[in-house]
């Protein structure tokens, strides 16, 4: 069976584990955690990135120190010589991690906020009819729709690994539900492959989904 493996976690249930989660993580990474200003952000990477590299090694039996991450060109991250395919999204305190066997996989999670402009940023991230749609409906199932679209768009964009050089407006997403399939492609028509989505079962005042480039089988919902 075709599985992908799901862990949405609680960063603030993990304070208690800093100090181990720290000794988890490479050199480069404790020096990024370093740059932070904020205490809040710089606990929070050292919670998700410890907690990514414990996950890591559960499957591929090895130390969660000495797990080798490489990014590809657009900063993607993939472990070195393995058939694991991983990603990490986190929005506030809830952190949710993705792991697939041979399968192109991305994620995005994100907490429902009603105090950004989401009307100012339409047309830079949907489609001619995705926006028109949103425009037309009430205020709160304008912001419930805006988040459900731009996680998909979000997820498949990771999936494909080509970071912020894909144009998120390009993909439309108004009829993709949960399980389906939709054509991705590019201006120079290198990309053309079918990527599934799929919406994530997420904690109250969050959304998420998942992009991956084949069918699954089953979604599995794993606690650490």
Same mark, same amino acid.
């Given at each position: 069976?075709?599985?992908?493996?799901?862990?949405?976690?609680?960063?603030?249930?993990?304070?208690?584990?800093?100090?181990?989660?720290?000794?988890?993580?490479?050199?480069?990474?404790?020096?990024?955690?370093?740059?932070?200003?904020?205490?809040?952000?710089?606990?929070?990477?050292?919670?998700?990135?410890?907690?990514?590299? %414990?996950?890591?090694?559960?499957?591929?039996?090895? %130390?969660?120190?000495?797990?080798?991450?490489?990014?590809?060109?657009?900063?993607?991250?993939?472990?070195?010589?393995?058939?694991?395919?991983?990603?990490?999204?986190?929005?506030?305190?809830?952190?949710?991690?993705?792991?697939?066997?041979?399968?192109?996989?991305?994620?995005?999670?994100?907490?429902?906020?009603?105090?950004?402009?989401?009307?100012?940023?339409?047309?830079?991230?949907?489609?001619?009819?995705?926006?028109?749609?949103?425009? %037309?409906?009430?205020?709160?199932?304008?912001?419930?729709?805006?988040?459900?679209?731009?996680?998909?768009?979000?997820?498949?964009?990771?999936?494909?690994?080509?970071?912020?050089?894909?144009?998120?407006?390009?993909?439309?997403?108004?009829?993709?539900?949960?399980?389906?399939?939709?054509?991705?492609?590019?201006?120079?028509?290198?990309?053309?492959?079918?990527?599934?989505?799929?919406?994530?079962?997420?904690?109250?005042?969050?959304?998420?989904?998942?992009?991956?480039?084949?069918?699954?089988?089953?979604?599995?919902?794993?606690?650490?």
């Amino acid at each position: 069976m075709n599985k992908v493996f799901t862990y949405i976690i609680d960063m603030d249930q993990y304070h208690d584990n800093l100090s181990l989660l720290w000794k988890y993580l490479s050199i480069n990474e404790q020096e990024q955690a370093k740059k932070y200003y904020d205490k809040v952000f710089v606990d929070r990477y050292i919670i998700s990135h410890g907690i990514l590299r %414990s996950i890591l090694s559960y499957y591929i039996d090895q %130390s969660p120190s000495s797990l080798e991450l490489i990014n590809n060109t657009y900063g993607k991250p993939f472990l070195k010589n393995s058939n694991i395919e991983f990603n990490m999204s986190h929005s506030r305190n809830m952190v949710c991690y993705v792991i697939a066997f041979n399968n192109k996989i991305g994620v995005d999670i994100e907490s429902y906020n009603t105090t950004i402009d989401i009307i100012g940023m339409l047309e830079l991230v949907f489609t001619k009819k995705e926006v028109e749609l949103i425009r %037309s409906l009430d205020i709160d199932e304008q912001y419930k729709t805006f988040y459900k679209f731009w996680t998909k768009k979000e997820a498949l964009v990771k999936a494909v690994g080509k970071g912020l050089s894909y144009s998120i407006n390009t993909i439309e997403v108004i009829k993709l539900l949960s399980g389906q399939n939709v054509l991705l492609t590019d201006e120079n028509n290198e990309l053309q492959q079918e990527w599934y989505c799929y919406e994530l079962n997420t904690p109250k005042d969050y959304f998420g989904a998942i992009g991956i480039e084949n069918k699954i089988d089953e979604l599995v919902y794993l606690e650490t």
